[in-house]
């Protein structure tokens, strides 16, 4: 079956414009995850999305970064007034439930963000 | 807090011999613990997970890895490595009473020699 996609795989930007990176989750899962992935780093986690529940944002580093889920399945994340320090490659995943914490994430490709 | 703590920016061995990729968490509470690989211009993928039961756990491709309690550590371990098991390794944590934020450690890129 088709796995998590991510659109677009790279994209380029100039300081202080907005960008929308989309994740399209596995179909039939709850569960979405947005993680960032900088250079010699690990995954930092951004926002989570189950169901119909208010999304743990806690993640989110500043109040530039933004994300909805729209229907229960497709996710946005906005970042408004792009910074260097926002380029990195954003993950998405997705799971089952998510309820309980064991769930495996899938994750989609990622998109590659540079911010010149 | 949660945190995960992967020691090693990067692990070198040859092929056939065993690897060790260690991996220490703190949590405030009782612990998931998952391993990941990236491969090269690949996403994420899942190796293994520890949820309760048995501390040895079997995954993907030949790993494994155990979950001690006292030492707070799940080092992903392969008793022959091959030159394909070459990659970036992660490990993650999840407090299964605190939420559904996973914490990931920075990686560990292992490097198997032919």
């Known amino acids: 079956g088709a796995g998590v996609s991510q659109s677009p795989s790279n994209k380029v930007t100039e300081k202080g414009k907005d960008v929308e990176l989309r994740c399209d989750p596995i179909s039939g899962h709850t569960a979405l995850y947005w993680y960032r992935q900088s250079l010699g780093q690990g995954l930092e986690f951004l926002i989570y999305?189950?169901?119909?529940?208010?999304?743990?944002k806690s993640g989110l580093p500043s109040d530039r970064f933004s994300a909805e889920r729209t229907g229960g399945s497709v996710s946005t994340l906005t970042i408004q007034r792009t910074q260097q320090e926002d380029s990195a490659v954003y993950l998405c995943a997705s799971s089952v439930t998510g309820i309980g914490g064991a769930d495996t994430q899938y994750f989609g490709p990622g998109t590659r963000l540079t911010v010149l | 807090a949660q945190s995960v703590a992967q020691p090693e920016d990067q692990v070198n061995v040859a092929e056939g011999n065993p690897l060790t990729v260690k991996c220490t968490y703190s949590v405030s509470g009782n612990p998931y613990l998952f391993w990941y690989v990236q491969y090269p211009n690949r996403g994420l993928q899942f190796l293994l997970k520890?949820?309760?039961?048995?501390?040895l756990v079997k995954g993907s491709y030949g790993f494994e890895a155990e979950f001690n309690k006292s030492q707070t550590s799940f080092h992903l371990k392969k008793p022959s490595a091959l030159v394909s098991d070459s990659a970036l390794y992660f490990c993650a944590v999840r407090d299964r009473g605190g939420g559904f934020k996973t914490i990931f450690g920075a990686g560990t890129r292992l490097f198997v020699k032919a």
């Open positions: 999305f189950q169901g119909n529940s208010a999304p743990d």
């Open positions: 520890y949820i309760t039961g048995d501390n």
